[in-house]
């Protein structure tokens, strides 16, 4: 267990007030790279999380997908790698970004996957934790799109900005 006071707040994640700052800002500098669906799915994540507290903000992995999780014979994990993208967060964004992940590469493997790792992760059924799920999901690729556009990457901005167009056409 990690406690939150050895994680740097970067002061755009921790709280869903500052998520829901720091995401109208990237829409901003990410608008003209999404496709007007998402630029509206995105929009209406963001403004869910700026209706009300959500969450007290835990230690977030921030990259956690199947490649940075070593499991044993067993299936005991053993370790967890790469925590360059640590920070504070919403209980559900580690659930949310390996869901994406999953999904976006392996949709197979996600949906049968899925339902155990919700299980296994602690995320109660209904639509509060679905949409805290998508609309922590559909901000973290906005960051990365804005990422991109502020790096002058064309090709890299181009690929977030159509993973967050496929991920906000998701049901």
Known sequence: L???????????????????????AHLRQARGELG??????TEAAIAWLAETDRWRPVVVHGDFVPVNVIVGPDGEVLALLDFEHARLGSPMADVAWWG????????DAWRAAWPTLRAAAGVP???AADAEIRAVMLVRLLESV??????ADPER???WAHRLDEAAAWA
């Open 100 to 107: 994406w992940v999953v999904r976006h590469h392996h949709p």
């Open 157 to 159: 901005r181009r690929a």
């Open 2 to 24: 990690v406690s939150p006071s050895v994680v740097p707040a970067d002061g755009a994640s921790a709280g869903r007030r500052e998520l829901a700052l720091a995401a109208t």
């Open 125 to 127: 059924p209904g639509e």
């Open 36 to 41: 007007a669906a998402a630029i509206v799915v």
């Open 146 to 151: 804005a990422a991109a556009v502020e790096a």
